[in-house]
């Protein structure tokens, strides 16, 4: 069984920088991803950024450049970096993970079965 614990959102102006960090306990027996995802009211939940094992990583449109996902797998922590904020930034922020994944090139959102409480970051302007 895996869990999954977000920490690290807040308030920020735009133009602003957060570093979110989701911390893993459990393992996952095959070859798995983990990425960040975000719902802001009334929207849909969408990929922001993915990473496998290997470092191979996926970024969303919007946030390339500004966001960098990357982990520490001797500590089980994935990181997310986010720069530069805007307030189209602003959502809840879930960490999620999946096994059987490598080289991520969708997001593939309903494949990841395990997922945090989720972090609210909110950006003003």
């Known amino acids: 069984q895996v869990q999954l614990v977000e920490s690290g959102g807040g308030s920020v102006q735009a133009g602003g920088s957060v570093r979110l960090s989701c911390a893993r306990s459990?393992?996952?027996?095959?070859?798995?991803?983990m990425g960040w995802f975000r719902q802001a009211p009334g929207k849909e939940r969408e990929g922001v950024a993915v990473?496998?094992?290997?470092?191979?990583?996926l970024y969303a449109e919007s946030v390339k450049g500004r966001f960098t996902i990357s982990q520490d797998a001797a500590k089980n922590t994935l990181f997310l970096q986010m720069n530069s904020l805007e307030p189209s930034d602003t959502a809840m922020y879930y960490c999620?993970?999946?096994?059987?994944?490598?080289?991520?090139?969708?997001?593939?959102?309903?494949?990841?079965?395990?997922w945090g409480q989720g972090t609210q970051v909110t950006v003003s302007s």
């Open positions: 459990g393992f996952l027996y095959s070859d798995d991803c």
């Open positions: 999620a993970a999946r096994g059987q994944c490598w080289d991520p090139r969708n997001f593939e959102i309903g494949r990841f079965n395990y």
């Open positions: 990473i496998d094992r290997y470092g191979n990583s």
